[in-house]
């Protein structure tokens, strides 16, 4: 299954332009699913869709998502519904704590006062990935899925989540600490009560299964990322930051979209220098992602996507070449719809020739230099936003908001830190090996 995570800059049209994505799949034959995890109804009213039903709530159907409506031929979309979905595992949760709940005299939650938390929302997107995976292919789902993510800066805390979560279990729950396993239920029996460290590392198992399940997800090749962007200054300042937090956790952007394109050789002086704003930040996108990664530019529609009173094309969707509002100014097509969009962007295409992300290599310069260097790409990071610090066995590095544990090569953790650079694009950290710990010739 090709999965497309649509993310971008605040108010830069993601939710369009994952819609169209998925619309260009499914006119391509092949079955597409859209979610969103939008709270304001923006898909539905974008794709002329009836309010969502609550997710299922039994343990044994309880989805994170409301059941998928289908929007167009081939074409389904569904919201995820965090809050029902976090009432549900809460309440699960409850249950199979049950013994050490009443142990400790705590009266359990009623799902009627359960209300989402913050954060809720990245870990049903997280649930959400896996679970669209885990379906048995027999049944035959999807063959695209589009997942219609928060803005960049979120999105990147969402993905580098599943990593950081199995590093804390690791660390409070260390796999040799499961040895005694064998003695707790004797030491139920002499004690009485249900022992609740045998459920918890039960409960962390699972929980470090589902979180390598989506990690693995996250970092396949056929996951890729669409950043959505509204040319300007500030924006392109936004969208090197988040490429870099995506670099630094492997995450391969397939495309660039250049959103709400103004129309250029016009003689009004105040649309003339807002689109020459825009195709000066359009220059410098191509100039800094092509041609490793295309920047596919999409056209202002002159109304907002959302303007209901167009006619509907084939798929139920605005038609661009529907009669034109005489109440506009120069006669606007009432457009809004998405149709127009797909043509331009276009369908999300495996790349089979491309990896996932460039290797991170260890350069042998012992030869020459005396030294290892480790080499990480991460296009769009700052010099001065840049941080290292060696920890044991890893290496944390810091990449402006965002930052990253990695365990150290085998060859590097006998060795010292001896410098490092950032050159196009690309992170050069030396190391010199210790002495006391690398091995001696004969």
């Not at 797909?342 to 495996?350: F, N």
């Amino acid at each position: 299954m090709r999965t497309v995570l649509v993310t971008g800059t605040g108010g830069a049209g993601r939710t369009t332009v994952a819609a169209a994505t998925a619309l260009a799949a499914a006119r391509e034959g092949r079955r597409a699913l859209l979610l969103t995890a939008d709270r304001d109804g923006t898909p539905e009213a974008l794709l002329g869709l009836p309010a969502p039903r609550p997710a299922a709530a039994t343990s044994a159907e309880r989805l994170p998502w409301s059941p998928p409506v289908e929007a167009a031929p081939g074409m389904w979309a569904a919201r995820i519904a965090a809050d029902d979905w976090f009432r549900g595992e809460l309440t699960s949760l409850q249950e199979r704590g049950s013994g050490a709940l009443d142990m400790l005299g705590a009266t359990p939650l009623d799902p009627e006062e359960l209300t989402g938390l913050p954060g809720t929302e990245a870990f049903a997107v997280l649930r959400a990935l896996r679970v669209v995976h885990d379906t048995d292919p027999a049944a035959a789902h999807w063959d695209v899925l589009v997942v219609d993510m928060p803005p960049a800066p979120d999105t990147v805390a969402v993905l580098a989540l599943p990593e950081q979560l199995r590093r804390y279990l690791r660390r409070l729950l260390p796999a040799e600490r499961q040895a005694a396993r064998a003695l707790r239920p004797m030491l139920a029996q002499l004690a009485g009560v249900p022992m609740p460290a045998q459920k918890l590392y039960e409960t962390a198992e699972r929980w470090e299964r589902e979180l390598a399940g989506v990690q693995a997800l996250i970092e396949s090749e056929a996951t890729t990322v669409r950043l959505v962007v509204d040319p300007g200054p500030l924006a392109d300042r936004a969208l090197r930051t988040a490429r870099a937090g995506l670099a630094l956790y492997g995450c391969r952007v397939e495309a660039v979209v250049a959103n709400r394109l103004l129309p250029t050789g016009t003689a009004d002086p105040w649309l003339a220098a807002l689109s020459g704003q825009q195709q000066a930040a359009l220059k410098e996108l191509h100039g800094e992602w092509a041609p490793d990664v295309p920047v596919r530019e999409l056209p202002h529609l002159g109304r907002d996507p959302l303007e209901a009173n167009g006619p509907r094309d084939s798929d139920g969707l605005r038609d661009p070449d529907g009669p034109r509002d005489s109440d506009g100014p120069g006669g606007v097509p009432q457009v809004g719809g998405l149709a127009a969009l797909v043509a331009s962007v276009g369908a999300p295409e495996p790349r089979p020739d491309r990896p996932a992300a460039e290797p991170w290599t260890v350069e042998d310069r012992l030869a020459d230099d005396g030294e290892l260097v480790w080499r990480l790409p991460l296009p769009g990071a700052d010099r001065d936003a840049l941080g290292l610090v060696r920890r044991g066995d890893e290496l944390i590095v810091t990449v402006g908001p965002f930052h990253r544990v990695l365990p150290l090569p085998s060859a590097l953790r006998r060795c010292t830190v001896s410098g490092a650079g950032l050159r196009d694009g690309r992170l050069h950290v030396r190391f010199a090996p210790d002495p006391e710990l690398w091995p001696r010739s004969l």
